[in-house]
């Protein structure tokens, strides 16, 4: 006997899609709107057949089925993320870039308490391999900075970091190569 399907049972459907989504973020996007696609066409189908309670209890939980999808498309075992290295490339350069103002603040804020009416030319090294050198220009006590930019050695950092973080070099052919010719090998 069909079912009738209800907004409701539409609802908790596209919950299970989005939340599914959401877990296969490391899926190409054609592939990822393909899985969301055929999730939601066969959810329906087998809800208007035996119920949505059911459809959905038969179906599984969201992250049970991301991962047979990942497994799937990416082989089992660990693999690249784009989350993981995205969140490290925008964390670290603001940690980063307030760690250091911070430091180059206090080194201000140090002058000037050492000598309220400071006159002349400060310059703090900063964190050597980070930064380069702050200068600090007085005269009578107001001053001004500059520098402090990153080196290159930080920017190698970054994206060393980035791609350590992220995994990044699963993606390389060589590597896809390398870990199914070890799964073929008994």
């Known amino acids: 006997m069909p079912h009738t399907i209800t907004?409701?049972?539409r609802l908790r459907i596209e919950r299970l899609v989005w939340a599914l989504d959401q877990q296969l973020y490391d899926?190409?996007?054609?592939?990822?709107?393909?899985?969301?696609?055929?999730?939601?066409?066969?959810t329906l189908t087998a809800a208007r057949d035996i119920g949505t309670v059911e459809a959905l209890r038969r179906l599984g939980s969201s992250s049970e089925l991301a991962e047979e999808y990942l497994?799937?498309?990416?082989g089992d075992g660990p693999r690249h993320s784009w989350i993981a290295a995205a969140?490290?490339?925008?964390?670290?350069?603001?940690?980063?870039?307030?760690?250091l103002g911070e430091a180059a603040s206090a080194y201000r804020q140090a002058i000037v308490a050492a000598d309220p009416h400071a006159t002349g030319t400060y310059t703090w090294t900063g964190f050597s391999y980070l930064q380069s050198a702050v200068s600090y220009t007085y005269d009578?006590?107001?001053?001004?900075?500059?520098?402090?930019?990153?080196?290159?050695?930080?920017?190698?950092?970054l994206v060393a970091g980035?791609?350590?973080?992220?995994?990044?070099?699963?993606?390389l052919p060589w590597w896809k190569a390398r870990?199914?010719?070890?799964?073929?090998?008994?």
Do not use: M
Request: proline letters at 6%.
């Open 7 to 9: 907004w409701r049972d």
């Open 27 to 42: 899926l190409p996007r054609r592939s990822r709107v393909a899985r969301r696609r055929e999730v939601r066409a066969n």
């Open 71 to 74: 497994a799937a498309e990416l």
């Open 87 to 99: 969140c490290f490339a925008v964390t670290v350069p603001l940690v980063l870039t307030f760690v």
């Open 140 to 157: 009578q006590g107001h001053g001004s900075e500059s520098g402090g930019a990153w080196t290159p050695v930080t920017y190698a950092l």
């Open 162 to 171: 980035t791609i350590a973080c992220g995994r990044l070099w699963r993606l």
């Open 179 to 186: 870990r199914l010719k070890a799964a073929a090998t008994p």
